[in-house]
């Protein structure tokens, strides 16, 4: 149970019973081996190296063995003091002198062999060579090196030592024997449960653990009266434990990240729902049973621009997690070892400082489809790239809350062993935002830049913005914000604080450059833009227009109605049509008022006909059950001429019920079309105010 009471605690505790409590069935092995002439590899940080070499030292003596330390100091294993030499040298100089050795008696301890040896861009170093060569030399020596987890052994070194162990982070079932009672006090005043601070400190050696609870140590004890002392010392805590280059995020999901709702719930139920129940739970089982089902890793994929890596930083803060943001180009090298080498490193220093977030931006980058035609160096590198990330997730340890998260705009060039569960197991897709989405975006960035919007303009704009950027892009976040802060300037540069309507509506003016119309022309325009308006009164949707102009606008829009966008999971036939008849909307008004159509409709009808062709060839809704196309979205080219007609009959029924409705509601519509031409924009009120009392709907 993680639930102790204080009084039970340990009353002192020295660094050599930390790490003695902490690794007793690691350091049992090792002996084991060592008793047995079995060389082993320890991997382990540097700092808890001289506090094990005193304990393995003194249960080794116990056994009628003596251990030798090589690393670099004087000793007797170093016989030329002629001239001044460098630790590294000496360290060579020592294992030189023993060569053929047959005392049996005696362990050798090589605490730098990892950092003497390390691969670099130009591969091993003539000491490294050489101490290699030495080592396979002796198949007799019993030794024992420490690996830390940023340096790693090169492989042929690795095949001298048969057994291996590891020694990194403090393991959930320990943490009771690492705290005093004076320290559990800072975080109880009876009962402690320990998953509050392990979740913290899953990552450190037991020395820096230490560390940080004798800084708590001199504080004052927690008192429940004052329940902000606890949260302050929680987050002093993290303070103490995010190091290494970390940072922890201050991007909230909730208040920080607007809309989107669907995309947080499934962050919240898949995610962070499950790593927060493991802070009430108390009991090893349960909470191993938890850890078991959090996603190692999700990537969140879409168009640039949508806020991919603005929803792991948000969850990172939701985790109180240290966060690592780094770009496939940043770890990519191209002689082969060193960006395994950076993921290693940076795996480290996460698990380290865990809870922890690595963000892969641009994860496509490093880790694309691999092919077996990568014949140059560079190729190589980014294979070796990729099955070490997929190594380092592969070897996670639950205990230690890592989670990965790659951010991409092209999902299907991932290498396929990245999808599979227990990897990149969970994918979200972060799409560009709709309209209900631009609205609580433009919320945000209205209130944080202060341009003072009301809630009217604020969907006026909403609307607005469901058209192209200029570079034909549909809106994301990032043009929202853009948006906003350009229309916080227009305010500044007339003067003001915050925008009134007229300010608003002449900076709205200058986002797009205007086309002078000629009279006939206006009239045209505001007759097609009121026959759409007036078919969303026909399929009583009239809720969902927020305004209309024949103001122009960007994209050659001479004007346009702007609606609520209303997501539906499925349409049946009716709706369909009803899509189809407010396109032919503008089309028939212009039949129905000026008796000849222009060339405004264009974009409008290939909509009306593509909705049309798929009524009839992927969902049967011609009264015939079948499918006309080859791969359920390209029609066959043998059906076309049997499709056809089908097609036809769709768009020219709902063309004669939408011809009929204007011409019964012919003085509303010439209402409506005189009022916009005088006005130019109409708000959804004043539409309504207009037609609700007029209209004649069958």
Not at 1 to 17: G, R
Not at 53 to 79: H, Y
Request: with cysteine; proline share 3%; aromatic share 8%.
């Amino acid at each position: 149970m993680l639930e102790v009471i204080l009084k039970d605690l340990p009353k002192q505790i020295s660094h050599f019973d930390a790490v003695e409590q902490c690794y007793q069935e690691q350091i049992r092995f090792l002996t084991s081996r060592t008793n047995e002439n079995v060389s082993v590899l320890v991997r382990c940080e540097k700092q808890i190296v001289p506090y094990l070499q005193a304990i393995i030292k003194r249960r080794l003596a116990s056994n009628g063995l003596k251990m030798v330390i090589i690393d670099g100091r004087d000793s007797e294993t170093s016989q030329t003091p002629q001239i001044q030499q460098t630790r590294l040298n000496k360290i060579v100089i020592a294992l030189r002198n023993l060569l053929n050795n047959t005392e049996t008696d005696k362990v050798f301890v090589l605490p730098y062999l990892d950092i003497i040896t390390s691969v670099t861009q130009s591969g091993l170093t003539m000491e490294a060579r050489e101490i290699m060569t030495i080592i396979h030399e002796n198949p007799m020596l019993v030794m024992i090196a420490f690996e830390d987890p940023n340096f790693q052994l090169p492989e042929l070194i690795s095949q001298a030592f048969p057994a291996r162990c590891e020694m990194l982070g403090i393991p959930r079932d320990k943490i009771s024997y690492l705290i005093t009672e004076s320290e559990g006090r800072k975080f109880a005043t009876d009962k402690l449960n320990l998953m509050n601070i392990f979740k913290y400190v899953s990552g450190l050696n037991p020395i820096r653990f230490r560390e940080i609870m004798g800084i708590f140590d001199k504080k004052t004890d927690y008192d429940s009266s004052c329940p902000d002392m606890l949260s302050g010392y929680f987050k002093e805590l993290r303070d103490y434990t995010a190091c290494s280059g970390a940072a922890l995020s201050e991007i909230h999901l909730e208040s920080d990240i607007a809309g989107y709702e669907k995309v947080k719930t499934k962050i919240k139920e898949n995610i962070l729902n499950i790593i927060h129940a493991t802070s009430a739970l108390n009991d090893e089982k349960e909470i191993r049973r938890v850890e078991s089902i959090i996603p190692r890793g999700l990537i969140f994929h879409g168009p640039p621009g949508t806020g991919k890596t603005l929803f792991a930083k948000g969850i990172a803060e939701a985790m109180n997690a240290a966060i690592y943001i780094v770009s496939g180009p940043e770890l990519k090298s191209k002689w082969v070892g060193e960006g395994e080498a950076n993921i290693r490193r940076l795996f480290a220093r996460a698990r380290a400082t865990a809870p922890s977030v690595i963000v892969f931006d641009e994860l496509d980058s490093i880790a694309a489809a691999r092919t077996g035609q990568s014949a140059d160096s560079a190729g190589q590198a980014a294979h070796s790239m990729v099955n070490q990330l997929l190594t380092e997730m592969d070897g996670f340890n639950k205990e230690q809350m890592v989670l990965i998260i790659g951010t991409t705009n092209f999902i299907s060039s991932l290498d396929i062993a990245f999808l599979r569960p227990g990897r990149f197991e969970y994918q979200i897709e972060i799409p560009y935002p709709a309209w209900e989405d631009r609205k609580a975006i433009l919320s945000l960035y209205n209130k944080k830049f202060e341009t003072g919007l009301s809630e009217l303009f604020v969907e006026r704009l909403a609307g607005w913005t469901g058209r192209r950027t200029e570079t034909g892009t549909p809106y994301t976040g990032d043009h929202l914000c853009a948006l906003i802060k350009s229309l916080k300037r227009f305010t500044l540069n007339n003067k003001k604080h915050t925008a009134d309507e007229a300010l608003f509506d002449q900076w709205l003016d200058s986002m797009a450059e205007k086309t002078v119309l000629s009279e006939a022309e206006t009239r045209v325009v505001a007759t097609h833009e009121a026959g759409h308006t007036m078919a969303f009164y026909r399929y009583r949707r009239q809720k969902e227009i927020t305004r209309m102009t024949i103001e122009s606008g960007v994209n050659d829009s001479l004007g346009m109605v702007e609606s609520k966008l209303i997501k539906s999971h499925l349409y049946t036939e009716n709706n369909l049509k009803a899509e189809i008849g407010i396109c032919l909307g503008g089309y028939t008004a212009e039949k129905v008022l000026l008796e000849e159509v222009s060339t405004g409709g264009a974009q409008d009808l290939k909509i009306a006909t593509d909705i049309a062709t798929d009524m009839a060839s992927l969902y049967g809704m011609t009264g015939l059950p079948r499918n006309f196309t080859n791969d359920g979205q390209t029609v066959n080219p043998y059906f076309i001429n049997q499709l056809s007609p089908y097609v036809n009959s769709i768009i020219s029924e709902v063309y004669k019920d939408i011809h009929k409705f204007l011409c019964d509601n012919k003085e509303s519509l010439e209402k409506l079309v005189s009022l916009l031409i005088e006005k130019r924009t109409l708000t959804g009120e004043e539409i309504d105010k207009l037609l609700r009392d007029t209209i004649k709907c069958n």
